[in-house]
């Protein structure tokens, strides 16, 4: 059925047709302008990414809306949508190369996912980029021969032998990195491999953002800093945040942001489907929170298995973090069985007086989270 309409409303939405055409053209302008950008940030080596400028043009665009009685955080919405399309703009063009006097850069299993994504930020910096793979390792003498660079991103399960197996024989001069999700154990066995520069990286994102713009990248000092200084600065470049860490602090860290928050979405999607929830109907029911906790726990299952394995399954000590969960679960269950809600809503207060100035701040982030979700529903 059509939508109902009047003559003097078409009229209005005929004008709005017409603001909606001149914002295509402003915005077509403002691209045009970040090209520029691009280009002059890729000549002059700037990080894609420039947060002081960001926040002094939020600032003045947000009082200049004020002063037209537009809502600040509408301009700040819209603006920060743009950067996001700037960033994946600049990206096109390229970035400066810091090294490029660095022989080759080898992506041991470039044929994974984030491999695929570091080879393409190499590629666009300058840099020669060759991938070997499990097919390749006749050929490895050939392939390691000139390396300034070996990034190892194979499954975790396979990382440590994979480096005491076969990578004991690079060049002395050559960088030993790795991308693993855990950090303990693989540094070590770069640090007994290979005795040159060693880092341990571990990207906080998927291989699915559209630019490293803001993303994390944690890094785990091996040795010979000095030399491998410019890799970090090219990451920054390409817009991400370099957080350094101690292994041990960043590996425990994991067992909570990695370990438990999947298997906990793993469950959650395990219990749906052992409940046979038909999620066509929860959806039409669901609220935005729930669209988003299902969003959160359905992408999950579109991803790979193995991934999620080899998170979950990196540190025997995830299993306490994981155990620990079930003992709470149970704890606050038992609470639901006896009725005892006074109990509860204590509970709850201690908690919340815990979380502190953070609770507010989430329910802050979450809100705007959660009017996208809304604005993406149709029909
Ligand atoms: C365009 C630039 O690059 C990025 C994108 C910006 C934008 O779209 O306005 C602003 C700052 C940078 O993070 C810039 O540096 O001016």
Same mark, same amino acid.
Request: glycine share 8%.
């Given at each position: 059925m059509?939508?109902?309409t009047?003559?003097?409303?078409?009229?209005?939405?005929?004008?709005?047709? *017409?603001?909606d055409?001149?914002? =295509?053209?402003?915005?077509?302008?403002?691209?045009?302008? !970040?090209?520029?950008?691009?280009?002059v940030?890729?000549?002059?080596?700037?990080?894609?990414?420039?947060?002081?400028?960001?926040?002094?043009?939020?600032?003045?665009?947000?009082? /200049?809306a004020?002063?037209?009685?537009?809502?600040?955080?509408?301009?700040?919405?819209?603006?920060?949508?743009?950067?996001?399309?700037?960033?994946?703009?600049?990206?096109?063009?390229?970035?400066?190369q810091v090294?490029?006097?660095?022989?080759?850069v080898?992506? +041991?299993?470039?044929?994974?996912?984030?491999g695929?994504?570091?080879?393409?930020?190499?590629?666009?910096?300058?840099?020669? +980029?060759?991938? =070997?793979?499990?097919?390749?390792?006749?050929?490895?003498?050939?392939?390691?021969?000139g390396a300034?660079l !070996?990034?190892v991103? +194979?499954?975790?399960?396979?990382?440590?032998?994979?480096?005491?197996?076969?990578?004991?024989?690079?060049?002395?001069?050559?960088?030993?990195?790795d991308?693993?999700?855990?950090?303990?154990?693989?540094v070590?066995?770069?640090?007994?491999?290979?005795?040159?520069?060693?880092?341990? %990286?571990?990207?906080?994102?998927?291989?699915?953002? *559209?630019?490293?713009?803001? #993303?994390?990248? +944690?890094?785990?000092?091996?040795?010979?800093?000095?030399e491998? #200084?410019?890799?970090?600065e090219q990451?920054?470049?390409?817009?991400?945040?370099?957080?350094?860490?101690?292994?041990?602090?960043?590996?425990?860290?994991?067992?909570? !942001? @990695?370990?438990? $928050?999947?298997?906990?979405?793993?469950?959650? *999607?395990?219990?749906?489907?052992? /409940?046979?929830?038909?999620?066509?109907?929860?959806? @039409?029911?669901?609220?935005?929170?729930?669209? %988003?906790?299902l969003?959160m726990?359905g992408? %999950?299952?579109? #991803?790979?298995?193995?991934?999620?394995?080899?998170?979950?399954f990196?540190?025997?000590?995830?299993?306490?973090?994981?155990?620990?969960?079930?003992?709470?679960?149970?704890?606050?269950?038992?609470?639901?069985?006896?009725?005892?809600?006074?109990?509860?809503?204590? #509970?709850?207060?201690?908690?919340?007086q815990?979380?502190?100035?953070?609770?507010?701040?989430?329910?802050?982030?979450? $809100?705007?989270?959660? @009017?996208?979700v809304?604005?993406?529903?149709?029909?």
């Amino acid at each position: 059925m059509n939508e109902r309409t009047t003559a003097e409303l078409e009229n209005l939405r005929g004008l709005i047709d *017409g603001v909606d055409q001149q914002l =295509i053209h402003l915005l077509r302008k403002r691209l045009d302008l !970040v090209a520029q950008v691009g280009a002059v940030k890729h000549g002059a080596g700037l990080p894609i990414y420039a947060p002081q400028r960001e926040a002094a043009m939020l600032a003045k665009r947000r009082e /200049e809306a004020k002063k037209m009685d537009v809502s600040p955080q509408l301009i700040e919405d819209i603006l920060r949508r743009l950067m996001r399309e700037s960033y994946l703009n600049e990206k096109d063009i390229g970035f400066k190369q810091v090294n490029p006097d660095l022989g080759h850069v080898v992506i +041991v299993g470039g044929s994974g996912k984030l491999g695929g994504l570091f080879s393409q930020m190499l590629v666009l910096s300058g840099y020669q +980029v060759k991938v =070997i793979d499990k097919d390749d390792w006749a050929r490895a003498d050939e392939i390691f021969d000139g390396a300034g660079l !070996v990034l190892v991103t +194979v499954p975790i399960g396979i990382t440590c032998d994979l480096i005491k197996d076969k990578l004991t024989t690079l060049p002395q001069s050559c960088i030993l990195a790795d991308l693993t999700s855990i950090k303990g154990e693989p540094v070590e066995a770069m640090l007994a491999a290979h005795s040159g520069p060693v880092v341990g %990286l571990h990207p906080m994102f998927g291989p699915d953002v *559209g630019s490293l713009a803001k #993303q994390v990248v +944690v890094v785990c000092h091996g040795r010979q800093s000095a030399e491998y #200084q410019w890799l970090l600065e090219q990451i920054q470049i390409w817009g991400a945040r370099i957080v350094e860490a101690e292994p041990e602090r960043h590996d425990k860290a994991m067992q909570l !942001v @990695q370990a438990m $928050r999947h298997f906990s979405s793993f469950v959650y *999607g395990l219990n749906l489907y052992k /409940e046979e929830a038909d999620i066509e109907s929860l959806l @039409q029911f669901s609220s935005p929170i729930y669209r %988003l906790e299902l969003a959160m726990v359905g992408r %999950l299952f579109a #991803q790979s298995p193995e991934l999620y394995a080899d998170i979950i399954f990196a540190q025997k000590e995830s299993m306490q973090a994981i155990g620990d969960y079930l003992d709470n679960y149970s704890q606050a269950l038992s609470l639901l069985q006896v009725g005892d809600r006074d109990a509860f809503v204590a #509970q709850f207060k201690e908690v919340a007086q815990w979380f502190g100035d953070f609770a507010p701040q989430f329910q802050r982030e979450s $809100r705007a989270m959660l @009017q996208s979700v809304n604005d993406m529903k149709t029909g």
